[in-house]
Nanobody, 126 residues
Framework: QVQLVESGGGLVQPGESLRLSCAASGRTFSRYTLAWFRQALGSERKFVAAIRSGGDTFYGDSVEDRFTISRDAAENTMYLQMNSLKPEDTAVYYC????????????????????WGQGTQVTVSS
């Protein structure tokens, strides 16, 4: 069983940056599709970014050119670099993993991910 633990969340001012980490244990996810989702208070969980096992990356429209997803196979860790943060980025951020390769935008749907972290809070406020 894959276990995921997020870290790196916190309180920042608009325009600042954070880097979230997602560490896996129990099994290497070098061949997994990995993703970040977020859920703001009172809102549904939304897609943020995904990275395939081969390294292809995909982003939600709201984070285009501001966030970067990456993975380090040697450390069995995934990252989300978040720059130019806005108040509307405030949410609980979750990492997710799937042992499937998704095509035709299926990586955007949370139901396609079997493994989830507990979430880390990101708050962007003055």
């Amino acid at each position: 069983q894959v276990q995921l633990v997020e870290s790196g969340g916190g309180l920042v001012q608009p325009g600042e940056s954070l880097r979230l980490s997602c560490a896996a244990s129990g099994r290497t996810f070098s061949r997994y599709t990995l993703a970040w989702f977020r859920q703001a208070l009172g809102s549904e969980r939304k897609f943020v970014a995904a990275i395939r096992s081969g390294g292809d990356t995909f982003y939600g429209d709201s984070v285009e050119d501001r966030f970067t997803i990456s993975r380090d196979a040697a450390e069995n860790t995934m990252y989300l670099q978040m720059n130019s943060l806005k108040p509307e980025d405030t949410a609980v951020y979750y990492c997710a993993a799937s042992n499937r390769e998704y095509y035709n935008s299926l990586y955007r749907y949370e139901n396609n991910y079997a493994y989830w972290g507990q979430g880390t809070q990101v708050t962007v406020s003055s």
